[in-house]
C-alpha cells in the first residue's frame, strides 16, 4: 500500500456528499477567537491548521444524525482557516473535514473522509460509536493504508453555544492556601446511590448541585471540591467490549466541552448553575483536568480531532521517525505544548474554565510532561511560564501532579513558585509509619511540618505542599487496613492492573471481618491516618468517602468501575456516622489552630531575638531527639513541640498561637511518653487522643505526667497558658481557639476555666 496519498475531497465511497454551499453564504469572518463564537447575528468559525490544503465546515441536523450541508472556509490568516456564516445560531450542530496530505512517515494523516470534533467546541451532542470507520487506515491492516470510508454517523458533533448567564450575587469564596482543604469526588459517582437526589438527576451536575450534597460537603468542613475529569472524554473499545467504561475520565477529545453524560439538560449553563451554588455555599471547585494527552492514541488509534486536523503540530513525535508518537504519558500520545498555538489551546481552555465558567482552580494530571520541552522538564518553560505571568491562571489554583512516566518525570518539589504539588512521599511515609515500618521517624517528622526538604525553596511556603494518604488512584481508606493485596478481578485483567505496593496492612484477615480486636484496630488506624492529615502542615486533601470509610471490596485502579464498585454507598453504617463525626472535629480543629496551618516551614533552629524554637522534637521521656534516637530504626514514637510564640509572619515579635504537642506512636504496645514542660504555660489540654474517639472533654495534665499512649494512637495537646498580666494575648488567643473550634465542630471542648 502507498505510504503517501493526497487525501481526495469527495466523500467515502457509497455516500453522497451534501452540496457545497455557494460564496455568498459564506464571509470571511476572523482568524479569532479560535472555535465557533456566536456574536448575536451569526457565528464565526476559526480553525487552527498549518499544513491542511482546505477545511470544511460540516452542518448537521439538531440531533447530529444527518449531515445538512458543507462549507468551505473561505479564509487562511496565520495558519488559520476561518469563516462566519451570518444564518448561524445557538444550537447549530457542526463539525470539520480537513483536507492535506496523508504520509504518516512525515507525520500528516490528513483524511476528510474522517469527521473531526472542533478542539475549541464548547459542547458535545452523542457519543463516539466504535467502528473501522473511525480510523484514517484500513482496518487489519497497518497506518500506511488510507481508509476512505466515512466515520460521521460514528461520531458525536460539535455544538454552537449561547454563554450568556445571569450569574446574578454569585461570588468567588477565594480561599486562602492557609485554610484551604480540598475534598477530592467524581460528579458521577458521588451522587449515583445519593438517596437525596432524583434518580433522573444522579451522575450529573444538577445531582452534584443539590442542595442536600452540598449541605452535606459544607458541613465536612472541607473548602474546595475538586472533581476528576469534567472535559469530553471517550470510552475505549477494549472496556465497552468487557462491558465496562471509562469512569474516572483520563480520555480526553474536548478541552472546552463539558462531558455529555454528566448533563440533565441539553445546555452547558447547567455546570454554571452547579458552580454558582457551591459558590453561595463558600465552597470551591478545582477541576482534574488533562492536558498532557488525548483520547486519539498512537499510531493504531482512531482519527477524531487533533490527528486529522493537524498531527503534526498537536503531537510530540519521535524527530527521526515522524511515523510515531512520543509517549511520555503511558496512553500511546503526548499533546506538543512546545507548538504555540497549542500552548494557546491549553491556556485558552484554562482561562475559558476560570472565567466563563468561574472555576476556582485546576489539579494537572501528569503536569511534569506540561513542563516538559525537547531537552527536558525546565520549571520554566512555555506552560508554566505562561501561567505564571497571565493575569487569570496566576490568581487561581494550580496543583500539579509531578510525576509521569518520561525521562526525569519525577518532579516532586520541582515546580516553580505559585504552584502547589501532590505529595506522594507524604502517602507512602504516613502509610508506611503507622504500618509500622521500621526507621520511619526522620521522614514522618519532615512529613508533619510541610516537607520542608522538598518545597522549601524561593519562597515557596508549607502550602505548596498537597498531604494525601488515599485518592481516586489507590486503596479507599477502608480497604487501606483491610487488603495486605489489590482485588482487581472486576477490571477484567485478571488482576495484573494496579498497583501492587500499596504499604496496606490487614491487622489479620483479608476483608471484612467480624473479630472485634480487627475492626477496633482498623478504626484507630483510620482515625491515625485522618487526624494526621489534618494535623499536618500543608494543603490536606480527602478522598470523597474517605471520612466514613467507604470501601470498593479492595479494588486498588477503579478507573473502569462506573458501578458500585467506583459509587459511594451513602448507607452508613454507626462506625461510618462516627468516623464521619470525627473527621468533622479534625478539619474543624485545624481551622481553629493556626500553629497547623501557618505559612512559614518550621526549622527547628533557636531563634535568639524571640527566644523560642518554633519546633522541638521529642523522644517518649519528653527529651529533645538526638541523631542517636533518629538513627534507631525501632523508635517508632515521636512527639512534636510547636511553640505558639514562633512569628506566625515575618515580623520579628513573638507570636501568640496556642502551643502545641503532637504525639505519634505507631508502635503494636503502649508507649509512657512525659509530658514536657513549656515556658509560659500552666498545663497540657489534651484534644485528640485517637483512642478515645467520642472525647467529649478536654481532660487537663500537669508537666511531667506520663501519658499512656495506646498503641498505634494519636494525640494532640494545647498548652493552657498562664493567666497572668504578660500574658494576656495568649490567654485571648486561646479562648478565641476553644470558640472558633466549638462553632466549627457544633460541639464543645468543655474545657474548665
Known sequence: MPSKKTAPGAAASGSAAPAVLQRPRVREGLPHPLGATWDGLGVNFALFSAHATKVELCLFDEKGETEIERVELPEFTDEVWHGYLPDARPGTVYAYRVHGPYEPEAGHRFNPNKLLLDPYAKQLVGELTWDPAVFGYEAGTDDLTFDERDSARFMPKCRVIDPAFTWGREKAPRVSWERTVFYETHVRGYTMLHPAVPENLRGTFS?????????????????????????????????????????????????????????????????????????????????????????????????????????????????????????????????????????????????????????????????????????????????????????????????????????????????????????????????????????????????????????????????????????????????????????????????????????????????????????????????????????????????????????????????????????????????????????????????????LRRGRFLTGQYDETLGVKDVSWLTPAGDEMTDEHWGDGNARCLGVLLDGRAQPTGVRRPGTDSTLLLVVNSYHDVVNFTLPEAAGGREWICLVDTNQPDLEEAPAFDFGHDYAVTARSLLLFMLKPQSTRHRDDEVRSYRHVIAEFDQAWGGSLAVTE
Open 207 to 595: 445531582g452534584m448541585s443539590n442542595k442536600a450534597v452540598i449541605d452535606y460537603i459544607k458541613s465536612l468542613g472541607v473548602t474546595s471540591v475538586e472533581l476528576l475529569p469534567i472535559h469530553a472524554y471517550v470510552d475505549d473499545d477494549f472496556l465497552l467490549q468487557k462491558g465496562l467504561r471509562n469512569y474516572w475520565g483520563y480520555n480526553t477529545i474536548g478541552f472546552f466541552a463539558p462531558q455529555p453524560r454528566y448533563m440533565a439538560t441539553p445546555v452547558v449553563n447547567e455546570f454554571k448553575e452547579m458552580v454558582a451554588k457551591f459558590h453561595d455555599a463558600g465552597i470551591e471547585v478545582i477541576l482534574d483536568v488533562v492536558y498532557n494527552h488525548t483520547a486519539e492514541g498512537n499510531e493504531m488509534g482512531p482519527t477524531l480531532s487533533f490527528k486529522g486536523i493537524d498531527n503534526a503540530s498537536y503531537y510530540r513525535l519521535l524527530p527521526d521517525q515522524n511515523r510515531y508518537y512520543i509517549n511520555d504519558t503511558g496512553t500511546g500520545n503526548t499533546l506538543n505544548l512546545s507548538h504555540p498555538r497549542v500552548l494557546q489551546m491549553v491556556t485558552d481552555s484554562l482561562r475559558y474554565w476560570a472565567q466563563e465558567m468561574h472555576v476556582d482552580g485546576f489539579r494537572f494530571d501528569l503536569a511534569t510532561i506540561l513542563g516538559r520541552e525537547p531537552y527536558g522538564f525546565d520549571e520554566g518553560g512555555g506552560f508554566l511560564d505562561s501561567c505564571r505571568q497571565d493575569p487569570v491562571l496566576s490568581s487561581v489554583k494550580l496543583i500539579a501532579e509531578p510525576w509521569d512516566c518520561g525521562p526525569g518525570g519525577y518532579q516532586v518539589g520541582g515546580f516553580p513558585p505559585g504552584w502547589a504539588e501532590w505529595n506522594d512521599r507524604y502517602r507512602d511515609t504516613v502509610r508506611a509509619f503507622w504500618k509500622g515500618d521500621e526507621g520511619q521517624l526522620p521522614e514522618m517528622a519532615s512529613r508533619l511540618t510541610g516537607s520542608a526538604d522538598k518545597f522549601n525553596k524561593r519562597g515557596r511556603k508549607p502550602w505548596a505542599s498537597v498531604n494525601f494518604i488515599t485518592a481516586h488512584d489507590g486503596f479507599t481508606l477502608r480497604d487501606l487496613v483491610s487488603y495486605n493485596d489489590k482485588h482487581n478481578e472486576a477490571n477484567g485483567e485478571e488482576n495484573r492492573d494496579g498497583h501492587s505496593h500499596n504499604l496496606s496492612y490487614n491487622y489479620g484477615a483479608e476483608g471484612p471481618t467480624d473479630d472485634p480486636e480487627i475492626r477496633e484496630v482498623r478504626l484507630r488506624q483510620m482515625r491515625n491516618f485522618l487526624a494526621t492529615l489534618f494535623l499536618s502542615r500543608g494543603t490536606p486533601m480527602l478522598l470523597a468517602g474517605d471520612e466514613f470509610g467507604r470501601t470498593q471490596h479492595g479494588n486498588n485502579n477503579a478507573y473502569a468501575q462506573d458501578s458500585e464498585i467506583g459509587w459511594i454507598d451513602w448507607e452508613m453504617d454507626e462506625e461510618g456516622r462516627v468516623l464521619a463525626e470525627f473527621t468533622r472535629r479534625m478539619i474543624a480543629l485545624r481551622q481553629a489552630l493556626p500553629m
